[in-house]
């Protein structure tokens, strides 16, 4: 993505659903450690056999935030559309 156009993440809620989505799926699991093909790259800290849920989250590049503020941000989201849809709607004419 190009570096002027980074800022439009933050006005997607897919970006927030899905990430609110992967913390609560992989925060406190652990995984075994194993590369396949083995000359493959892992995402762990070098020695360890167990890689933590949320350190592969890190590694992805995708969690900024955590859950509650990726809740907060969908539900501020939601309320600023709420807004306009009345702001808009207090605008249209009746025709009766």
């Known amino acids: 993505m190009f570096k002027w156009v980074s800022w439009?993440?933050?006005?997607?809620?897919?970006h927030?659903?899905?990430?609110?989505?992967?913390?609560?799926?992989?925060?406190?699991?652990?995984?075994?450690a194993k590369c396949f093909p083995p000359n493959s790259t892992c995402p762990s800290v070098l020695g360890e056999t167990i890689i933590?849920?949320?350190?592969?989250?890190?590694t992805?590049?995708?969690i900024e935030w955590q859950l509650w503020q990726n809740v907060l941000a969908?539900?501020?989201?939601?309320m600023g559309?709420?807004?306009?849809?009345?702001?808009?709607?207090?605008?249209?004419?009746?025709?009766?």
């Open 60 to 62: 992805s590049e995708t």
């Open 8 to 14: 439009i993440k933050y006005l997607s809620i897919s």
């Open 81 to 96: 559309m709420l807004v306009l849809t009345y702001v808009q709607l207090t605008r249209t004419k009746l025709y009766t």
């Open 52 to 58: 933590q849920g949320r350190l592969s989250l890190n």
């Open 16 to 32: 927030y659903s899905f990430t609110g989505a992967a913390i609560n799926e992989f925060s406190g699991l652990n995984f075994q």
């Open 74 to 78: 969908l539900v501020c989201i939601f």
